[in-house]
């Protein structure tokens, strides 16, 4: 009889990114995803920000990109939580709260 494993599937958009990573890289993706919800979970600002360098961190080091749901959830700049996202025409602005940096990324 054949050993039947259960993968735990990544909550992510691409399932064909998911397919090409190896072994490191989805453990790391999905580091990346916890190190995020207790981010979001965090009341002390200084540990979430740190669980987000955190994570910046592990994609880097992994070479794995941290996806597109995550990125804007947070400033690049102060790593604050408190962004405001504004979508417009072709495109979204992502707008710190705490330190007033903004971005704007492609929609999809």
């Known amino acids: 009889m054949k050993k039947e494993?259960?993968?735990?599937a990544?909550?992510?958009k691409d399932k064909k990114q998911n397919k090409k990573?190896?072994?490191k890289q989805k453990i790391?993706?999905?580091r990346i995803y916890r190190l995020f919800e207790l981010a979001e979970k965090?009341?002390?600002e200084e540990l979430s920000k740190r669980y987000l360098q955190l994570a910046k961190r592990i994609g880097e080091k992994v070479n794995v990109r941290i996806p597109t749901e995550l990125k804007q959830k947070y400033c690049k700049k102060c790593y604050s939580l408190e962004v405001k996202i504004i979508q417009k025409e072709g495109f979204v602005e992502i707008k710190c709260k705490k330190c007033g940096y903004?971005?704007?990324t492609k929609t999809l």
Do not use: F, I, V, Y
Request: glycine residues 6%; charged residues 40%.
């Open 5 to 8: 494993t259960k993968e735990k």
């Open 10 to 12: 990544l909550p992510s």
């Open 21 to 23: 990573l190896s072994g």
């Open 28 to 30: 790391a993706l999905e």
């Open 42 to 44: 965090q009341k002390d």
């Open 102 to 104: 903004s971005r704007k």
